[in-house]
């Protein structure tokens, strides 16, 4: 039985860490075992392609657009048709392994995968690296909005500024 997004435990998200040095080899690493657990376990289908086009999202913290995986996914021999990318990149967010970043019609890996989240999505506007984290605001949109009898299905928070790199005061 594959897990519903809904009914996934809330979780604390810890500070985005993209911005700051750490083992981006671990980060794929984990995800990835998290994935095939899944898997192995029955609870997840992760078909060839899905699991390529997670290993490509997890390649760097930057969001990649359909077609840029789709180039990929021809070059692994994968077929070069664009439901092929669009499939497999759905699958992903609504398992929970992704996010699909509106501002910059790309995907980015989830880092907080099977975990019931509403990110804020920090985007470098220079080098389009995305950090995921939680923050007050999502909680406060659903306070507003139970209050006038609203229900939030789906949020999409992002802001866009420059990451620590980017401004000169950090290290990647």
Same mark, same amino acid.
């Given at each position: *039985?594959?897990?519903? %997004?809904?009914? &996934? $435990?809330?979780?604390?998200?810890?500070?985005?860490?993209?911005?700051?040095?750490?083992?981006?080899?671990?980060?794929?690493?984990?995800?990835?075992?998290?994935?095939?657990?899944? +898997?192995?376990? /029955?609870?997840?289908? %992760?078909? +060839?392609?899905?699991?390529?086009?997670?290993?490509?999202?997890?390649?760097?913290?930057?969001?990649? /657009?359909?077609?840029?995986?789709?180039? $990929?996914?021809?070059?692994?021999?994968?077929?070069?048709?664009?439901?092929?990318?669009? &499939?497999?990149?759905?699958?992903?967010?609504?398992?929970?392994? !992704?996010? $699909?970043? &509106?501002?910059?019609?790309?995907?980015?890996?989830?880092?907080?995968?099977?975990?019931?989240?509403?990110?804020? @999505?920090?985007?470098?506007?220079?080098? $389009?690296?995305? +950090?995921?984290?939680?923050?007050?605001?999502?909680?406060?949109?659903?306070?507003?909005?139970?209050?006038?009898?609203?229900?939030?299905? &789906? *949020?999409?928070?992002?802001?866009?500024? @420059?990451?620590? !790199?980017?401004?000169? /005061?950090?290290?990647?």
């Amino acid at each position: *039985m594959m897990q519903v %997004l809904s009914k &996934r $435990k809330p979780v604390e998200m810890p500070a985005p860490s993209i911005f700051q040095t750490h083992d981006h080899a671990n980060c794929q690493s984990d995800i990835l075992t998290l994935a095939d657990q899944q +898997a192995q376990a /029955g609870e997840l289908r %992760l078909t +060839a392609v899905r699991r390529r086009v997670l290993e490509l999202l997890l390649e760097s913290h930057q969001a990649l /657009g359909a077609y840029e995986i789709l180039e $990929k996914l021809a070059r692994d021999g994968f077929g070069d048709q664009p439901p092929v990318a669009y &499939r497999a990149l759905n699958f992903l967010v609504q398992q929970g392994f !992704a996010h $699909k970043v &509106r501002r910059l019609n790309a995907y980015m890996a989830c880092t907080q995968p099977l975990q019931s989240h509403q990110p804020v @999505l920090l985007i470098c506007r220079q080098c $389009k690296s995305v +950090a995921e984290t939680a923050a007050p605001v999502a909680e406060a949109v659903h306070s507003v909005a139970g209050e006038v009898g609203f229900e939030v299905e &789906r *949020m999409n928070l992002e802001a866009i500024g @420059l990451c620590p !790199a980017c401004a000169g /005061g950090g290290s990647e």
